[in-house]
């Protein structure tokens, strides 16, 4: 049968996807747009497949926080390359995404797949998007958070943010100046109280390993290796380190000058690029 332009465009309009993609549908279908679409919907199923162990490296990393400012999310919808991830249907469903997990706040990564996005669960909606692209299309990264007061911050490139929360409301200024350090600085924890034991036995066993090999006498290993800890806790926990912006105190003594009262609670980070 013939298939109009002008049905071609309204496939088109309606799906998303190629001119020929949507003729080669129509033609198909026998015209019918409800077959065609579905034809469309398979076509992206099988290109998720055959990409299904491609790596998707590129993409967009959302932070959103919520009116009352006590509820956020932090997404990643990961593709392949730099130049898919600037399009603007890629842009456009991994804000959708984004907007949905805020509305409807899923408990994990597997409950935000069955989020309905435009009729469309957000798997489902990611799966179409890799039959438009012809690259593999996944959400990489979700997490939520709590608090009495939270801000965010994504970096201008797009491929790293953060989501931190605050035991009490502060300035939208200092907030945010957290979220830039946590973003920029990448702590491993809030302080050193709360770092993970593993990681400080980890860091401890390689520091005793350096120790020896420089020769330094056993009964001093111990000594030098918790110095070196210090010195790793000022580096890699929020608290301790250098107020990047200001450059000479710390993190927690910054804070202090915010509000006295004012700790932080929890925070999540994500970058493509780590």
């Known amino acids: 049968m013939e298939i109009k332009a002008a049905d071609v465009a309204k496939l088109r309009k309606m799906t998303g996807a190629g001119m020929m993609d949507c003729k080669n549908a129509l033609v198909e279908a026998n015209g019918n747009f409800d077959k065609a679409k579905d ?88 799966v179409e998007q890799t039959g438009k692209s012809g690259e593999k299309h996944t959400v990489a990264f979700y997490n939520k958070l709590e608090a ?27 907030g945010r100046d957290i979220a830039m350090q946590i973003t920029a600085m990448n702590p491993i924890s809030i302080n050193r109280d709360n770092c993970p ?32 800890l210090n010195k790793f806790f000022k580096e890699s926990t929020l608290e301790d380190q250098t107020f990047v912006k200001e450059g000479k105190i710390s993190v927690k003594q910054y804070l202090k000058t915010v509000d006295p009262e004012v700790k932080v609670t929890s925070f999540y980070r994500f970058s493509l690029n780590d």
């Open 148 to 174: 009495p007061y939270i801000a965010s911050y994504i970096h201008t490139n797009g491929k790293v943010a953060t989501i931190v929360g605050f035991s009490k409301e502060i300035s939208e200024e200092a």
């Open 197 to 228: 034991q593993e990681v400080i036995e980890k860091e401890l066993e390689v520091y005793r390993i350096q120790i020896r090999e420089e020769k330094k006498p056993e009964e001093l290993v111990e000594k030098i290796a918790q110095g070196k």
């Open 39 to 126: 034809i469309i919907r398979e076509k992206g199923k099988m290109v998720a497949a055959k990409r299904a162990d491609r790596e998707t490296t590129e993409g967009s990393v959302i932070a959103k926080v919520n009116d009352k400012n006590n509820k956020a999310i932090l997404v990643c919808l990961g593709c392949e390359t730099d130049f898919v991830s600037k399009n603007e249907d890629f842009q456009q469903l991994a804000n959708k995404i984004a907007d949905a997990a805020i509305e409807s706040f899923p408990a994990d990564l597997e409950a935000l797949k069955s989020v309905k996005i435009d009729g469309h669960t957000v798997e489902e909606a990611v």
